[in-house]
């Protein structure tokens, strides 16, 4: 079973335009929400996490939407580039173990010129 | 600092033959580490984790089977090849006490011909 469902499984924006994919989990006792970034070729990298005492964290171009009410929570990134096309990871963590951390499934971001 | 490296970056091996993929992590301590499969196109797929010296989970049932004969040293293997188990190869390690971010190699890429 998926504990953490992703989408879309790919994405087609325009430069400039605004890039988001959406998560959602079921459980509850997730206590940390992060992102990875991962391309053509490469191990995925940390982009932004959030945790879920905050609605909202911002770095740069990048922002994490997150809504506990409804389990959901969102990777916004505004004026996409072309080289932010990779593969885009949410994650959730669990409270204890070290097979903690449960990933989407992934979604496949172009940024087309 | 601590960095991860995995080895080789590319393999092609006939069906039947062995397989060995070695990671290690430098400038840490403990950490946990954990082998992922990556399809193409598809998400990461855990396929083993350890918390320490000699101790392996498995998470998928399959012909594959890992050890951790040092602290830092994770090695994925094969007595025998299959095809379906041609894909992307990922090491990642995170520290034990939190478990709140892995980092990933670069990752082997397996084609089984």
């Known amino acids: 079973q998926q504990q953490v469902k992703q989408s879309p499984q790919s994405l087609i924006v325009q430069k400039g335009g605004i890039s988001i994919i959406n998560c959602a989990y079921e459980n509850t006792a997730f206590d940390y929400f992060p992102w990875y970034q991962q391309f053509p070729g490469k191990g995925p990298a940390l982009l932004i996490a959030i945790r879920p005492d905050v609605s909202e964290k911002k770095e740069g171009r990048f922002t994490i939407s997150f809504n506990k009410s409804a389990k959901q929570f969102s990777l916004h990134i505004m004026d996409s580039q072309p080289g932010d096309s990779a593969t885009y990871f949410c994650a959730a963590r669990g409270p204890t173990g070290a097979n903690n951390l449960f990933f989407g499934t992934g979604t496949r971001l172009t940024v087309i010129p | 600092s601590q960095t991860i490296h995995q080895w080789p970056a590319t393999l092609v091996q006939p069906v039947g033959s062995p397989l060995s993929l070695e990671c290690t992590v430098e400038g840490t301590s403990n950490p946990n580490l954990y082998w992922y499969r990556q399809a193409a196109g598809r998400g990461l797929q855990l396929l083993f984790y350890?918390?320490?010296?000699?101790?392996i989970s498995s998470e998928v049932p399959q012909n594959l089977s890992a050890s951790r004969p040092q602290d830092r040293q994770f090695i994925l293997s094969s007595k025998k090849l299959l095809l379906s188990d041609s894909g992307f190869y990922l090491c990642a390690w995170a520290q034990g006490a939190t478990n709140e971010k892995l980092f990933f190699g670069s990752g082997t890429q397996l084609s089984v011909l």
């Open positions: 350890s918390v320490g010296i000699g101790q």
